[in-house]
C-alpha cells in the first residue's frame, strides 16, 4: 500500500458526522463524547471493518495486533454475536 493509506483510512471521511467511516472502511469511533453509540460499543476504538453480505466480517484491531474474520451466514442482524466473537478473543489472548 502507498505510505499513509492505511492512516487516511482509519481517518473518518468528510461526510461522516458520526464518525462511522473512514476511506472504504468502518471505523468505531463513534460520535464525539458518545462512547455508547459506537458500532460495536465494547471494543476499542481504533478497531476498523469491514462488512459483507449476510454477515461476513473481517475485524482488526490495530492495537492489540489481531484480526477476526467471521465467514457465517447470518439471515438477520449478526452485529451483537460479532461483537462478542471478538471480544471473546480479545479476552483468550489477554488483549482486551
Given at each position: 500500500?502507498?505510505?499513509?493509506w492505511?492512516?487516511?483510512?482509519?481517518?473518518?471521511?468528510?461526510?461522516?458526522?458520526?464518525?462511522?467511516?473512514?476511506?472504504?472502511?468502518?471505523?468505531?469511533?463513534?460520535?464525539?463524547?458518545?462512547?455508547?453509540?459506537?458500532?460495536?460499543?465494547?471494543?476499542?476504538?481504533?478497531?476498523?471493518?469491514?462488512?459483507?453480505?449476510?454477515?461476513q466480517?473481517?475485524?482488526?484491531?490495530?492495537?492489540?495486533g489481531?484480526v477476526?474474520?467471521?465467514?457465517?451466514?447470518?439471515?438477520?442482524?449478526?452485529?451483537?454475536?460479532?461483537e462478542?466473537?471478538?471480544?471473546?478473543?480479545?479476552?483468550?489472548?489477554?488483549?482486551?
Open positions: 500500500l502507498p505510505e499513509g492505511v492512516a487516511r483510512m482509519s481517518r473518518p471521511a468528510p461526510a461522516a458526522r458520526a464518525r462511522q467511516f473512514g476511506a472504504h472502511l468502518w471505523l468505531n469511533l463513534g460520535p464525539e463524547g458518545s462512547p455508547l453509540l459506537r458500532t460495536f460499543p465494547t471494543l476499542p476504538t481504533d478497531l476498523v471493518h469491514l462488512s459483507g453480505y449476510e454477515g466480517y473481517v475485524l482488526v484491531v490495530p492495537s492489540a489481531v477476526v474474520a467471521r465467514l457465517g451466514v447470518s439471515k438477520g442482524s449478526a452485529r451483537a454475536g460479532v462478542q466473537l471478538v471480544r471473546s478473543v480479545l479476552d483468550a489472548l489477554g488483549r482486551g
